[in-house]
C-alpha cells in the first residue's frame, strides 16, 4: 500500500469534516458552531417558577428566543412577562400587591447594551406589563424615564390597554386584611384619621406579620423580577421590573426603573440588576457600583459582595435596620453577569430557599445566593 502525500492527507481530512456534518444533520443535529460568547441568562428567583403553555419557565423562553436570533432585550422582557401578566406572582404587574390607597402602581427599567440606550416608567397605573412600556420610551422618545398620569397617557397612545384595576381577587383581599389590621394598630381609628407616619411604620410591620403568617409571600412584600442576559454575539441586555414595596406611601418610587440602582449594564463589561429594599439600593448606586468593579476586574460575585457590604457598613449603627443578633435585617439581591458569561446572585441574607434563576445550554436552574448572612 502506498503512502499517502500531505495533499491527499488534507483532502481526506475535509472530505471526513464534509461526511461527518452531512451525517450530523441527517440525524437532526446541528453542526456545532463556534462563538466567543456563551450565551447565558441570570434572573431573579421568580424568572423559573412560572410556565407558560408549553411549560418552559422564563428564563428557559429567554435562552431559547436568543437561540433562535431574537433581540436580548426582548427575550428579557418575555422573561418577566410572565410573573407581570400572572396572577400567581404578587410582586410585579397584574394582581401585584398595592399601595396604602390600594392602588396597583408600577415601575420597570430597560437597557440595550449595543444601542447603549435605556428606557423605564414610574409609578405607572392600568397597565399590566409596564416593560413593553420601558421599551416603548426608549425606542420612541429621547428620555429615559416617564412617570405617573404622564407614562400611563403615553402606553395609551402607543397602542397598550390601559385597564381600570389591576387588583386580582387575591391581592385586594390581602390589602383589605393589612389595612384591618393597621386600624386596629391605631386603636380601631379609621384608616384616613391614621396619618402617614404612622401607616408607614405600623403598616411595615404588619406587612411582615402576614408574611409571618403565611397570609402574602415575604418575597413579595419587596418583590421584583431582574433579569439579565448576554448572546452568542456578546450582546448584553436587561429588564426589571416591580409593583414596588407592597402597602407602600402613596407616591413612592424605588430602584427598580432608576438607572444604576435597579438595573445598570455596559456592552464591554457586563449587567446588575437588583430586588429587595429598594432605598438601600438608592443611596448607593449598587447596580453601577457592580459593573464599574467588573471593569476593574472582579469576578460578578467578588463584586456583588463588595456592593452588600457596603450597604451594610452604611447601616449597621442604625438599630432600624438590626436584627436581635446586630445584623443587618432586610433583604438586598443582586443578579450579575459579565462579557466572559461568568455570573451570580448574591443576597444580604440568604440559606435555605434563598434562589436565584439561571439558563445555559444545560436547561433552566434555580441556584443558592450566595450571602453576607444566613437566616436560621
Request: with cysteine; proline share 3%; hydrophobic share 35%.
Amino acid at each position: 500500500m502506498s503512502k499517502m502525500n500531505r495533499r491527499e492527507v488534507l483532502g481526506a481530512a475535509v472530505t471526513v469534516a464534509a461526511v461527518s456534518a452531512v451525517a450530523s444533520g441527517a440525524r437532526g443535529q446541528a453542526p456545532a458552531i463556534m462563538s466567543g460568547f456563551k450565551p447565558l441568562v441570570v434572573a431573579a428567583h421568580n424568572g423559573n417558577r412560572l410556565k407558560n403553555d408549553e411549560g418552559e419557565t422564563g428564563v428557559a423562553i429567554a435562552y431559547r428566543m436568543m437561540s433562535e436570533g431574537s433581540d436580548v432585550l426582548d427575550a428579557t422582557i418575555a422573561c418577566n412577562n410572565l410573573p407581570e401578566n400572572s396572577t400567581e406572582d404578587t410582586s410585579v404587574g397584574y394582581g401585584g400587591l398595592p399601595d396604602a390607597n390600594g392602588d396597583v402602581t408600577l415601575d420597570a427599567c430597560c437597557m440595550h447594551g449595543p444601542m447603549k440606550r435605556a428606557g423605564g416608567v414610574a409609578y405607572i397605573q392600568g397597565v399590566r406589563a409596564p416593560s413593553h412600556v420601558a421599551k416603548d420610551v426608549m425606542m420612541k422618545t429621547n428620555h429615559h424615564l416617564l412617570a405617573g398620569k404622564g407614562a400611563m397617557d403615553f402606553a395609551r397612545a402607543n397602542g397598550h390597554k390601559i385597564e381600570g384595576d389591576l387588583n386580582s381577587e387575591v391581592s385586594f383581599k390581602s390589602y383589605l386584611e393589612w389595612k384591618k389590621r393597621v386600624e386596629k394598630e391605631g386603636d380601631n381609628r379609621k384608616f384616613a384619621q391614621l396619618g402617614p407616619e404612622f401607616i408607614e411604620k405600623k403598616g411595615f410591620e404588619v406587612a411582615y406579620q402576614m408574611a409571618k403568617e403565611g397570609i402574602i409571600d415575604i418575597e413579595h412584600i419587596h418583590g421584583t423580577i431582574n433579569c439579565n442576559a448576554i448572546n452568542s454575539k456578546g450582546d448584553i441586555c436587561g429588564n426589571t421590573t416591580t409593583s414596588g414595596r407592597s402597602f407602600k406611601v402613596p407616591g413612592r418610587v424605588g430602584d427598580s426603573p432608576i438607572l444604576g440602582a435597579g438595573l445598570y449594564l455596559d456592552n464591554d463589561i457586563g449587567a446588575a440588576g437588583s430586588t429587595g429594599l429598594g432605598e438601600m439600593n438608592l443611596y448607593h448606586l449598587c447596580s453601577f457600583l457592580i459593573v464599574e468593579k467588573m471593569r476593574d476586574g472582579m469576578h460578578p460575585k467578588d463584586a456583588g459582595i463588595y456592593a452588600l457590604r457596603r450597604v451594610r457598613d452604611a447601616s449597621i449603627n442604625n438599630p432600624q435596620y438590626l436584627n436581635d443578633k446586630g445584623e443587618i435585617s432586610f433583604n438586598l439581591q443582586f443578579y450579575i453577569l459579565n462579557k466572559k458569561s461568568q455570573f451570580a446572585g448574591v443576597s444580604m441574607r440568604g440559606g435555605e430557599g434563598r434562589f436565584y434563576s439561571m439558563c445555559d445550554d444545560n436547561g433552566p436552574q434555580h441556584l443558592l445566593m450566595d450571602a453576607l448572612y444566613m437566616n436560621d
